[in-house]
């Protein structure tokens, strides 16, 4: 009998019909700056209900290029989670502003009026919450927030294509928000390989986001300052190559075609995890705020490991051991060195997630992911907690 596969906590699932959309782009005249960017992008801004998409070569670039497009001077502070990757903070110090962290909500792991609100003071320009796991924040308390004490609001939206807030409207459409980010890593949702994505309804910021995706550079007609000839361009803004290819926007538009197949399969497995894993002792399954309709990228556990008397180092190995992957998601950004040493955060500012941290474990969550595939994981979450 051949040997079960390694479950991992999170993989891409590419089809036939994917692989034959790259190879038709390479079959074809483009390979980047070609059509299928910009179908791409018109098709995540009509899926969202946003007026315009942005794609980036990967979301941390998305990230860095919404910040700079709000033109907010070097110095002013800006606030996120510290339950969250790193780029969510880089972004604002890649742009020349302090970041600054809010703890977050002890069931949803997200920021919230709330939280946000001891962190405000003049200097702060720009609010980033966090849609962990999938779950959104409740946008329509921080957006009136932010509104109230003149700040912007990027919604870090990576983990959350496809999520609906309690008003039934998507994630992304910016109706709480001057833009929203999206990550298409291949642990994530959709995939591009890497990739990302910036959805805005202001004109003037999309504008700015084409600029800042490839080199401040323009050939547009209407926004040259002269028309020497055919060859002619401008260099308007300061700009980076950031730039998304045709290969994987056509990749993009196959997999945002699947893109509430996969929510649904990722749904079912975590109502399968539920089922059978909220009954251990020690254990907390992930909640959901009433009224969400959450795509979750993470399925995470609470554990109470002195209680189990395992640390999670040996959780992990004992899993891995059974053939199933896990991950930890995330260590608070707050206690990584290089913040620390250049901002002065320490250990013990962010009781919340720091407790949360300690407990925390993502099992394996992917559409991919077969009954068998989830029985296995069950069952192995069980043998070793109970053991």
């Given amino acids: 009998m051949a040997e079960a596969s390694f479950i991992p906590y999170g993989t891409q699932w590419i089809a036939d019909d994917d692989i034959a959309a790259v190879v038709s782009v390479l079959r074809g005249d483009y390979l980047t700056q070609g059509p299928y960017v910009q179908a791409f992008e018109e098709a995540i801004a009509e ?18 290029c919404a910040v700079n497009a709000l033109g907010i001077p070097s110095g002013f502070e800006g606030i996120t989670s510290t339950n969250t990757f790193v780029a969510s903070a880089n972004c604002m110090v890649y742009n020349r502003l302090k970041p600054v962290f809010a703890d977050i909500d002890p069931q949803t792991f997200n920021v919230t009026a709330d939280t946000i ?56 459409n910016c109706k709480y ?35 800042l995706r490839s080199h401040g550079i323009t050939k547009d007609l209407k926004l040259l300052s002269q028309l020497p000839g055919p060859w002619y361009y401008e260099q308007q803004e300061l700009g980076y190559n950031f730039r998304i290819t045709d290969l994987q926007c056509a990749l ?69 051991s059974r053939g199933v992957g896990s991950q930890v998601h995330y260590i608070p950004v707050h206690t990584q060195p290089w913040y620390q040493k250049m901002y002065g955060y320490s250990w013990g500012e962010y009781p919340v997630a720091e407790a949360y941290y300690e407990k925390t474990l993502s099992l394996p969550l992917y559409p991919k992911m077969n009954d068998a595939d989830v029985k296995r994981v069950i069952e192995s979450v069980r043998e070793v907690l109970t053991a």
Wanted: net charge neutral; hydrophobic share 40%; aromatic share 10%.
């Fill in 47 to 64: 899926y969202v209900g946003a007026r315009y998409c942005v794609a980036f070569c990967n979301a941390t670039a998305a990230l860095q």
């Fill in 117 to 172: 609100l001891p962190h405000l003071n003049i200097r702060t320009k720009v609010i980033i919450p966090v849609h962990f796991a999938g779950q959104p924040c409740d946008m329509k308390s921080i957006f009136s927030l932010a509104k109230d004490n003149g700040c912007f609001v990027i919604e870090d939206a990576a983990h959350a294509i496809g999520s609906l807030y309690a008003d039934g409207s998507r994630v992304g």
């Fill in 177 to 211: 928000s001057e833009m929203t980010v999206f990550s298409f890593h291949p642990v994530k949702t959709i995939t591009t390989g890497e990739g990302g994505a910036v959805t805005t309804n202001d004109a003037n910021l999309y504008q700015k986001l084409l600029f």
């Fill in 252 to 320: 993009g538009v196959q997999q945002l075609k699947k893109l509430d197949e996969f929510k649904k399969r990722r749904r079912d497995i975590i109502l399968s995890y539920n089922d059978e894993l909220s009954p251990l002792s020690n254990v907390t399954i992930p909640f959901e705020l009433e009224g969400l309709d959450s795509c979750f990228h993470l399925y995470v556990l609470q554990i109470d490991f002195t209680a189990v008397g395992l640390n999670r180092s040996c959780v992990m190995e004992a899993l891995r």
